[in-house]
């Protein structure tokens, strides 16, 4: 099973800031099998970025994705008010796992 | 716009049965670049993906759960269903069902059903 190990636990970021988080995977991904999901209390995630770095639809250019092999990284450029929340990372290179969250908190 | 619902009881005895449906409207379930799954969120936690299962009856389970889930799918009906034998406190969770599509290259789920709260306790 490949693990998806992210980091920091906690962001704690003021609106405006830009936010980097980090997912490592145990074995190597190819970039085509990672997403990203944003989750908010109380809701179902909500898929951002597909294939590493694809935004889904709909979803602001503020949001980017980037990395390959065992390291990925979600960018949010300006921190809305919108986007404090709890993102995971997810791998379908096999079966299908999701990283443990990392929280975007306001400071 | 395809939607999901999870429905299916909230309570659940230990040592029994959990079993929920998901209805899909706005799409068929017959579809051929969909994977149908259930996804669980144990409560303050992250998620955990259970298994899948495809229009023809076609299942993959997470290896863990391998030995007490079960998956079907009822095209009349566009629905699939999730049956988890043996429950424990442990299998508390806000269990989601979410679609899975899949492309040349890429997969992701979108979109996910509202998610059902389900306790497993006496």
């Known amino acids: 099973e490949i693990v998806l190990t992210q980091s920091p636990g906690t962001l704690s970021l003021s609106p405006g800031d830009r936010a980097t988080l980090s997912c490592w995977a145990s074995q190597n991904i190819h970039s085509n099998h990672l997403v990203w999901y944003q989750q908010k209390p109380g809701q179902a995630p909500r898929l951002l970025i597909y294939?590493?770095?694809n935004r889904a639809a709909g979803i602001p250019d503020r949001f980017s994705g980037s990395g390959s092999g065992t390291d990925f990284t979600l960018t949010i450029s300006g921190l809305e008010p919108e986007d404090f929340a709890v993102y995971y990372c997810?791998?379908?290179?096999?079966?299908?796992?999701f990283g443990q969250g990392t929280k975007v908190e306001i400071k | 716009q395809v939607r999901l619902q999870e429905s299916g009881p909230g309570l659940v005895k230990p040592s029994q049965t959990l079993s929920l449906t998901c209805s899909v409207s706005?799409?068929?379930?017959?579809?051929?670049?969909?994977?149908w799954s259930w996804i669980r969120q144990h409560p303050g936690k992250g998620l955990e993906w259970i298994g899948y299962?495809?229009?023809?009856?076609?299942?993959f389970y997470t290896p863990p759960l391998r030995g007490r889930v079960t998956m079907s799918v009822d095209t009349s009906k566009n629905q699939f269903s999730l049956k988890l034998s043996s429950v424990t406190a442990a299998d508390t969770a806000v269990y989601y069902c979410?679609?899975?599509?899949?492309?040349?290259?890429?997969?992701?789920?979108?979109?996910w059903g509202q998610g059902t709260l389900v306790t497993v306790s006496s």
């Open positions: 979410a679609r899975e599509a899949t492309t040349v290259d890429h997969n992701w789920f979108d979109p």
């Open positions: 997810q791998q379908f290179g096999s079966s299908r796992t």
């Open positions: 299962i495809y229009y023809n009856g076609d299942t």
């Open positions: 294939g590493a770095s």
């Open positions: 706005g799409g068929s379930i017959s579809s051929d670049n969909y994977y």
